[in-house]
């Protein structure tokens, strides 16, 4: 699981969005506890303009990780939904 994450986040620096995106949902269709990955499959929504997924992406992962108790995971998690809620909100 690490390496397709960092994979991932390699074809994120490369730009290579499309790639990126269908990767990091590879990865959590194979394991979907892997609290980290919404953080930045929700910034990579974000970036693509897709608030909507982005959204739903943080949402789930919020669930996720309170639910495994991966505690950084749920504050980075929580922070960027709350962040990208109040940007829409204005």
Known sequence: ???R???AMELIKL???PEALEAMIA???VDENHSGTYY???K???QLG???NAVKIYEKGVIIAGNIKAENDLRELKAALFQLKDELDQ
Do not use: I
């Open 27 to 29: 990865l959590l269709s």
């Open 1 to 3: 699981m690490f390496s």
């Open 15 to 17: 730009e290579q969005y």
């Open 50 to 52: 897709d608030h909507e």
């Open 44 to 46: 990579l929504y974000e």
């Open 40 to 42: 930045h499959l929700g």
């Open 5 to 7: 994450h960092a994979l």
